[in-house]
């Protein structure tokens, strides 16, 4: 009669459950990770912000958008580089994007729990579409239909660094943080959007007014006063 050995057959089985332990375990953790930091940014303070407001400064234009939580709206005002309020001290533009950002915000009497800033171009807006619906789009009208159709979610929310470093690759002045970028794709996503045709502030002349101060001549390019103030009831 032939001998039946069992003991190799168990160790084998034993080594099979340990390793399977061993990935189950290792992939909760994984997982585990994964929510932790996904939670972590869902519920940061810039996130659940009732009213952020970016800067970008684009071609010879300046964009100011609004991401209003509390209302569930995207508002995007255009203002042409280097505008003037008459009556005002102000002049907008991309020199100090900060600066840029604050003045706006004091021309529309505004509030804002946070404020963000960055500056783009077409090879900019063109590879960020890309990356965020594999779309690519050229330009910031294509980079907002990208938005649009973008969502982050637990599964690729790792991406938001890659996103961010297309940015920072361009403007290492950005005060631009993944909280931030989060939320600006969060709002074009989810809430009604209100785009920069509806909200662009005109100038008074089509072309820029000659000013002769002393010696000098310079330009000006003043902004219709009676249109903003139609919008200043508009704007959020």
Do not use: C
């Not at 994964?34 to 010879?60: C, E, G, H, R, W």
């Not at 604050?102 to 529309?108: A, I, M, Q, S, V």
């Not at 509806?198 to 007014?209: C, F, G, S």
């Amino acid at each position: 009669m032939a001998n039946v050995y069992v003991g190799g057959k168990r160790k084998k089985r034993g080594k099979i459950w340990i390793i399977l332990i061993i990935v189950i375990a290792a992939l909760v953790a994984i997982f585990g990770i994964m929510f932790y930091n996904y939670n972590q940014i869902v519920n940061s303070p810039i996130v659940t912000a009732n009213k952020l407001t970016y800067t970008v400064s684009y071609d010879d234009s300046l964009y100011f958008i609004r991401v209003l939580n509390d209302s569930r709206k995207v508002m995007i005002v255009k203002i042409e580089e280097g505008t003037t309020f008459p009556g005002t001290y102000y002049t907008l533009n991309s020199n100090i994007l900060e600066k840029t950002s604050n003045d706006f915000l004091d021309l529309f009497e505004l509030k804002s729990d946070a404020n963000f800033y960055f500056y783009l171009n077409n090879s900019v807006a063109h590879e960020l579409s890309s990356q965020l619906n594999g779309i690519s789009s050229e330009g910031i009208d294509g980079l907002i239909d990208s938005l649009k159709n973008s969502e982050v979610t637990i599964w690729n929310f790792f991406r938001l660094s890659s996103y961010l470093e297309i940015i920072k690759n361009y403007d290492r002045s950005t005060n631009l943080n993944e909280d931030a970028l989060y939320a600006l794709i969060n709002g074009f996503s989810k809430f009604s959007i209100t785009n920069y045709d509806k909200l662009t502030v005109p100038l008074m002349t089509k072309q820029p007014l000659q000013i002769n101060i002393g010696p000098q001549t310079v330009e000006r390019k003043y902004a219709d006063l009676e249109v903003l103030e139609r919008m200043k009831q508009v704007v959020e």
